[in-house]
């Protein structure tokens, strides 16, 4: 039996911002862990899109603010639809030996607490009618509402869900612990005086607003550097490819299917920009969400084999730091859990081939962009 009580956090920070400093205080005094273990997507993200700074960056700012250990979420989960993305982070934090799950939601008391309620009970997945005229996400939302009685819209509201689905599945189940967010909802364009959503600031730093971001962020902005990355920065390799590619040779892309590969492929010719491309290609079946997953898919040419999510893609775990309560937990884990811990990528891990290989390639690109390694020479984190 671990004796330290630890809790889960999936997170992206990107960028982390005083709403993720709120949740990292609040889990801790609600929780009563020992030690917060953060489960953090890397370089890319899970609406299909890179980070805006990369992972070093970011897992540093978690540690600084309130984090004691840092998990690399890796790709193969971190780039997948929502329930995916939960099954896999969720698995994690099982296997770490966190007894609890907190995240933040727009209405902690009333809608997820109804949802949990039938979640526990009698709520199962759906198996509706595909209707081509509808994304997969409305169709979701309107089986959701018809077994609960209300609908569900706001973004952290339907991840909730998607834990708790995932979270019913585990062998060892987390205790769920929603925190009521504080500020503004997860996608809203305005702010308060302390508190933005996280593609708020986004846009304040692609726009080079940064005394706008500032007040948002528990940290000095230029701690991250002044690279700050976005599609656009990637939009001319992945224009390139499709203009050299076949819609054959696009078929063996992770998800392309329904003759996407077709309109990928079509629609690239007279595209001026990502934005273009993806307004392009969208149609009522589709959500942007899917579609620029689907593009950084393609950009990344990754295949179906390499995004087979089962226990076995979940391992080795990924150490990016640790405060001293974290090195603390780790030692103490070590003990009792079956994952094998990393801290370091050697050259037989990252080969094409190795257990970190997927990882270690679609992090070249990153590297390519910002000129800063991702993985062979970077040392874990460790903060006093």
């Not at 540690?63 to 780039?79: K, R, T, W, Y």
């Not at 933040?104 to 009333?110: F, L, P, Q």
């Not at 203009?243 to 696009?250: G, K, M, R, T």
């Not at 595209?271 to 579609?291: A, E, Q």
Request: proline share 3%; aromatic share 10%.
């Amino acid at each position: 039996m671990i004796g330290m009580k630890a809790c889960g956090i999936i997170a992206e920070y990107n960028p982390f911002h005083n709403g993720h400093a709120y949740l990292l205080k609040a889990a801790r005094a609600q929780s009563g862990a020992d030690a917060l273990v953060v489960v953090m997507s890397g370089n890319y993200v899970q609406r299909g899109e890179p980070a805006i700074v990369d992972k070093w960056h970011r897992a540093r700012t978690a540690l600084q603010h309130g984090a004691d250990l840092v998990i690399e979420l890796p790709f193969i989960v971190a780039g997948q639809p929502a329930d995916r993305f939960a099954a896999g982070a969720l698995q994690l934090l099982e296997a770490l030996g966190c007894e609890t799950l907190a995240f933040g939601v727009e209405k902690a008391a009333n809608d997820f607490q109804t949802l949990l309620a039938k979640i526990s009970s009698d709520l199962v997945l759906p198996q509706f009618e595909v209707d081509y005229t509808k994304t997969y996400a409305t169709q979701w939302n309107d089986f959701i509402e018809a077994q609960i009685g209300h609908r569900i819209e706001q973004p952290n509201q339907l991840l909730a869900l998607s834990y708790a689905l995932a979270n019913r599945e585990l062998k060892s189940p987390l205790k769920m612990l929603p925190i009521e967010r504080i500020g503004v909802a997860h996608d809203a364009v305005q702010s308060s005086d302390q508190f933005a959503s996280a593609s708020t600031i986004r846009r304040l730093l692609l726009s080079n607003q940064l005394d706008q971001a500032q007040r948002f962020v528990p940290y000095g902005l230029n701690e991250l550097g002044q690279r700050w990355m976005s599609w656009s920065d990637f939009w001319p390799y992945l224009h390139y490819f499709l203009n050299v590619s076949s819609p054959d040779c696009l078929s063996s892309i992770y998800q392309m299917s329904e003759g996407l590969e077709y309109r990928f492929w079509e629609q690239n010719l007279q595209s001026t920009s990502f934005d273009d491309f993806l307004k392009r290609v969208k149609s009522k079946r589709y959500t942007y969400s899917r579609l620029r997953r689907l593009a950084l898919y393609t950009l990344l040419q990754t295949t179906a084999t390499e995004m087979k999510l089962d226990s076995a893609a979940l391992q080795p775990v990924r150490v990016l730091g640790f405060s001293s309560i974290g090195q603390a937990y780790l030692h103490d884990v070590r003990k009792t859990i079956a994952p094998q811990l990393i801290t370091r990528v050697t050259a037989e891990l990252g080969k094409r081939d190795g257990v970190l290989g997927t990882q270690v390639r679609v992090d070249r690109l990153i590297e390519q962009v910002t000129g800063v390694e991702q993985n062979f020479h970077q040392r874990v984190l460790m903060m006093t």
